[in-house]
């Protein structure tokens, strides 16, 4: 079964630092990795997805990037803000109804 | 704008209670999803569907139930069997070709009283 983990569980940074948060997975055959964005008591907001056959996505001051081979999602932050301070979830999708999460983690940007 | 609505955002529920979540899209997707989210804890499958009038049991259906008898709704009824229900409930969406990710509501927070 597929197991996603991200590290770390909380991360704290300056205003304007960029930043990157890491997600890795256990089995490579996977059909997209997706990265979410959730604030407290929210629902969650796609941010990027990236489909198998890619290396990587932007949006923004956002960059994902997806190495099938080693099992690993990097999202990267630039010039970050205190509006992105959220917990970040990836998620691993297997099948059509297999999608894996990852705990999240939670990102705080100090003013 | 297409999106995905869960309603109430939150939910107060006595002891031996039947109480049931809304979940509505109009993305015109065929899949729909219902997880749980519990402090620490990675999102849970309870239920899916990829079409009308069938679904299936995710990793823990147990104390739930649900319909689709219309490809916009799926609602979940959290039953007196669920032994532990307060949790923050998810609804998702998506297309049921796995290369478009899914899309998800805003939540309902259950809180057993």
């Known amino acids: 079964k597929q197991e996603v983990t991200q590290i770390p569980a909380a991360l704290s940074v300056p205003e304007g630092e960029n930043l990157v948060l890491n997600c890795s997975f256990t089995?490579?055959?996977?059909?997209?990795l997706q990265w979410f964005r959730q604030d407290p008591g929210k629902g969650l907001t796609s941010l990027l997805l990236?489909?198998?056959?890619?290396r990587e996505q932007t949006s923004g001051r956002l960059n994902a990037s997806l190495d099938k081979s080693s099992g690993r999602s990097t999202l990267y932050i630039a010039a970050s803000q205190p509006g992105d301070s959220a917990t970040y979830l990836c998620?691993?999708?297997?099948?059509?109804?297999?999608?894996?999460f990852g705990t999240g983690t939670r990102l705080t940007v100090i003013p | 704008d297409g999106g995905i609505t869960q309603s109430p955002k939150y939910l107060f529920r006595k002891e031996g209670q039947n109480v049931t979540l809304s979940c509505e899209q109009n993305?015109?997707?065929?899949?729909m999803y219902w997880y749980r989210q519990d402090p620490g804890q990675g999102l849970r499958l309870i239920y899916y569907?990829?079409?009308?009038?069938?679904?299936q049991k995710g990793d823990i259906a147990e104390g739930y139930s649900v319909s689709r008898e219309k490809k916009e709704s799926f609602p979940l009824t959290v039953t007196s069997a669920q032994k532990n229900p307060t949790a923050f409930y998810l609804c998702?969406?998506?297309?049921?070709?796995?290369?478009?990710?899914?899309?998800f509501g805003s939540g309902t927070r259950l809180t057993v009283v």
């Open positions: 998702a969406s998506s297309w049921t070709v796995a290369n478009y990710g899914y899309t």
């Open positions: 089995d490579s055959a996977i059909y997209n």
């Open positions: 990236i489909q198998s056959s890619q």
């Open positions: 998620a691993a999708q297997t099948g059509a109804n297999n999608l894996f």
């Open positions: 993305l015109n997707h065929d899949a």
């Open positions: 569907s990829q079409i009308v009038n069938d679904f």
